[in-house]
Structure formats: C-alpha cells, structure tokens
T-cell receptor, first 114, second 110 residues
C-alpha cells in the first residue's frame, strides 16, 4: 500500500506570495491533518479535514487555509507569505477520527520564504 | 492549555533499555498520550499510545502514572535504528494532535 505523498517536496517563495501544498493520503484514509514544524516552535497542529469538512483548527492566522476533495486528497494554502512561514509542512492521514488511531505522516514539504 | 515537557536529549548504549520521560501535568481527562518518533528527513512515525493503563506493543512499552501527569516510553533493547527524536503528544478524542512536547533526541552508542 502506498504511503502518504506530499508535493512538492521543496519550495522557495518570496514574501507576499501565496503557496499551495498538496497531500495524497493512504488509500481508504478519510482524515487528513496538517502540521507545521519549525526549529523554534516545534510541531504545531494546523487543521484536520474529514469528509471534505474542516473538523478542527489550530491557532494559526486566517492566511492558512485548506480543503479536502471527494477522493480525500487535501491541499493547504498560505497566502501573503511571511518569513516566519518557512517551515516543514507535514501531512498525516488516518482511517477515522478516533483518539487511538495511528496517523501516517508524509515526508513533508519544506517551504522557504525569502 | 495542556503542555508536555521532555528532556532535550538522552543517550543509551546499544541493546540496553531506554526510558524516555514526559511530563504532562495539565493533561485533561479525555486526552490520550501518544508517542511518535522522527528520523532525519522523514515524517514522524507512530510508536505507541495509551489513555490510563500501561501498554505494550512490538516496538515499545508505555508506562502511564496513576495520576496521568507523566508517562514513560520504554524501549526494551535499544538498537542503532532507534536513534531518532521521540515526541510525546496529547490528542483529543478525535485523534487531533493538539499538544506536542519539544522532543527528546535519543542517541544510541554501539
């Protein structure tokens, strides 16, 4: 079974631009979550999508948004990029929304904002 | 808000047991305790999780304090492949990872 895939793997943008990152979950997984990882703040939860609906959101500004398609693939968008948005963005999928469910992570997209 | 606290780094000898502690004194009654590990240039990988009782799986054991304010991940025999950053994470009852520790970098010496 193929794992979680994220595209692109690396991205360089300049301040003020916007970016869209893509995540394809494991086949059959309906929940997709996004996380930001930085050296300073560590791992932080961005949001979770299930059945094309955002189910939970972390403490991030409205510039961060996402969506999920009917095939469970998900995208996240960051508008008006700031230097502090430079990070590794991780996507994870799981079968369902259960506390004990294992989340399977992709390799991440490394975003650099210049 | 709940928080988790972990030591920045720990060192172990190969084939010896390793105990990785995590403090989560502000955990709420419905939070689950998850442990994931992350190898360089990879996304985190599930290790184990629990709610109140101690748990064992093929990778590790999780010992949870009776008051749930701390937990310990136990690797019974560390191998070189276990060298990674280990994260202690609290999740809500929908599985959302809302609270992360800073991670413990485990170094395993041959």
């Amino acid at each position: 079974k193929a794992g979680v895939t994220q595209t692109p793997r690396y991205l360089i943008k300049t301040r003020g631009q916007q970016v869209t990152l893509s995540c394809s979950p494991i086949s059959g997984h309906r929940s997709v979550s996004w996380y930001q990882q930085t050296p300073g703040q560590g791992l932080q939860f961005l949001f979770e999508y299930f059945s094309e609906t955002q189910r939970n959101k972390g403490n991030f500004p409205g510039r961060f948004s996402g969506r999920q398609f009917s095939n469970s693939r998900s995208e996240m968008n960051v508008s008006t990029l700031e230097l502090g948005d430079s990070a590794l963005y991780l996507c994870a999928s799981s079968l369902a929304r259960l506390a004990g469910n294992e989340q399977f992570f992709g390799p991440g997209t490394r975003l650099t904002v210049l | 808000d709940a928080k988790t606290t972990q030591p920045n780094s720990m060192e172990s000898n190969e084939e010896e047991p390793v105990h990785l502690p995590c403090n989560h004194s502000t955990i709420s009654g419905t939070d689950y305790i998850h442990w994931y590990r992350q190898l360089p240039s990879q996304g985190p990988e599930y290790v184990i999780h629990g709610l109140t009782s101690n748990v064992n799986n093929r990778m590790a054991s999780l010992a949870i304090a009776e008051d749930r304010k701390s937990s310990t991940l136990i690797l019974h025999r560390a191998t070189l492949r276990d060298a990674a950053v280990y994260y202690c994470i609290l999740t809500n009852n929908a599985g959302n990872m809302l609270t992360f520790g800073g991670g413990t970098r485990l170094m395993v010496k041959p």
